[in-house]
């Protein structure tokens, strides 16, 4: 089993799935790398991570620098 680690802040970004776009978890991504390049999200690498819910949700954490 995956531990997440507690100490680390989260930026979370919510997957718009309604939009008509091949694979909205991609566009997601490419927005996060984006705001990287941007030096608009300054990331830690320690964990990043995808949540599924069962109601079609779907969230990407993204450890931040403190």
């Known amino acids: 089993m995956l531990e997440i680690p507690s100490d680390v ?28 390049e941007k030096l608009m999200l300054k990331r830690d690498y320690v964990l990043d991570y995808e949540k599924y819910y069962p109601d079609g949700t779907i969230e990407i954490y993204i450890g931040e620098k403190k």
Not at 21 to 27: L, M, Q
Request: proline share 4%.
């Open 9 to 36: 802040a989260y930026k979370v970004f919510l997957v718009d799935t309604s939009k008509n776009v091949e694979n909205p978890v991609f566009e997601t991504w490419k927005q996060i790398w984006e705001l990287e």
